[in-house]
């Protein structure tokens, strides 16, 4: 698809590709924003989800035909790539976890289900620590079998140069989903005009919770300060990160945050919630600031801070562009994760 998360995987096949054969698996195939090298192989997965027999049997028979060294899988496509792997004795067997487990419904049956199935795999990657301690508490994985590699982003500071910041605009980008912490950032967001009330705050995303907002906002009498944009491609994310004076990521819980380092990589500065993923990427006063999960008076200050000191948020969003390019840019982590792979099939 057209986002980061396409552009990461799709460069790190190209990657792989340059020494190995690399056969690439997938409910839809569109066009994207990458092209992959002409030795790639793409398949359309035959069946609307990989859960059924029809999808068993034809991933048996390109494992049988393709003999493979490795399989990498994530999302939906875990439990048979896995079971698949491990019938066939393939060397290794990766499960690559991107989300929290409080994301999906916890019935015990499913729990353990899904830790039978991840205790078939070699490894298991995860994008943050806070994903690998929930991976390995949650659903009795060894600490051993679990390696950390974060997500990354392309560096897109220099395709914006010519958009100016707006210092009277605040941004969220993500789902419209209560895990989210959206309706703290409204609140917040209300208690700042009383002190600067030319600011603006700019939601882009879909969820079912779009009403729920609308009429916090009416109910709050900023309805006429906050714009809700819906869902947008790519590229004008990038320029709403641009033109941002801060993007906030108020969530209740995150396995990495994407949007932290999507706005680091364009210069802008962030504001997050002190959990999970968000507190592994910002550090406190130096790469962003960092406020008290839910409370809504702690993210009023922490605004407020950026808001009467323009130098402190410039500072800011040059050290937190610094940290992206360093540790969560797309070569920088291209050539880590191909070498963790190279390392494992030579071992």
Known sequence: MNNSTADYFIT??????????????????????????????????????????????FLCKLVRDYKPDIMISMFSFVNLFLIVGWLYRIKIRVAWIRTLSSQYAQKKHKVYRKSVIYGLSTDIITNSVATKKDVSSFFYIPDRKITVLPNSVKDYSDSLQDIMTATESLLYVGRLHPSKGIDVLIQSFSQLLNHFPKLRLVIIGHGHILNDLVKLTESLGVSNRVSFLGEKDKETVLKAYKKSYCTIIPSHSEAFGFTVIEAMSVGTCVIGANNTGIKEIIIHEETGLLFETGNIDDLTLQLGRILNDKDFRNNLARNGYQRFFNKYENTYAINRDSEFFKRKLSS
Do not use: H
């Open 12 to 57: 790190l096949s190209n990657k792989l590709s340059k020494d190995n054969k690399v056969v690439v698996l997938t409910s839809k195939i569109r066009k994207t924003n990458i092209t992959l090298d002409e030795s790639i192989t793409i398949l359309k997965w035959p069946t609307k989800r990989p859960t059924t027999w029809k999808g068993f049997w």
